[in-house]
């Protein structure tokens, strides 16, 4: 009998530790965690109307501090400087959405709209981040718009890091 209590008890201890690696890696309501990341160079989409010369390189990488926080258990948010997106999670990974729009009407003539998406994928596990950010910047114009050509412009960003010890938000009100 002893060695299926013990048999039993190393099953619970292995689940419980099991349990909260998983539940270490997802965000709680009222929690935040700040991770300093790197980016490597954009990637320039084939749609995009300037595209960077082949022959330009660098190994320098880009680098921000973002945070990642919920207000309940099903809405997360990501935050990067001055921008916030909103987002779901499954497991480790979380999917995050934002979209701005700017329209403009010149002289009664034409219409102007600005468009900006974002969506970022990432996958947090234990203090590692790793994710993608596509941008996708689209310009329309309706009216007499003066040969001013619809453009569209895709932009992908791959980013890794970790999560920074002991780091506190301040904003002030």
Request: with cysteine.
């Amino acid at each position: 009998m002893s060695t299926l209590r013990s048999r039993l008890f190393a099953a619970l201890t292995i689940a419980g530790v099991a349990a909260s690696t998983l539940s270490a890696c997802a965000v709680q309501p009222g929690d935040y965690r700040i991770f300093r990341v790197s980016a490597l160079a954009p990637i320039i989409g084939a749609d995009c109307q300037a595209q960077p010369d082949a022959r330009d390189t660098s190994t320098f990488f880009g680098a921000s501090t973002i945070a990642l926080f919920a207000s309940d258990a099903d809405s997360y948010f990501l935050e990067n400087g001055m921008d916030v997106l909103t987002g779901t999670r499954d497991g480790a990974d979380y999917s995050f959405e934002g979209q701005s729009v700017n329209v403009e009407d010149v002289a009664d003539i034409a219409t102007t709209t600005d468009t900006r998406t974002v969506q970022i994928a990432l996958t947090v596990k234990g203090k590692e981040i790793a994710g993608t950010m596509v941008t996708v910047q689209t310009f329309t114009c309706s009216g007499d718009c003066m040969n001013i050509e619809n453009t569209s412009c895709t932009t992908t960003i791959n980013f890794f890091g970790s999560e920074v010890n002991g780091a506190e938000l301040e904003h002030p009100i």
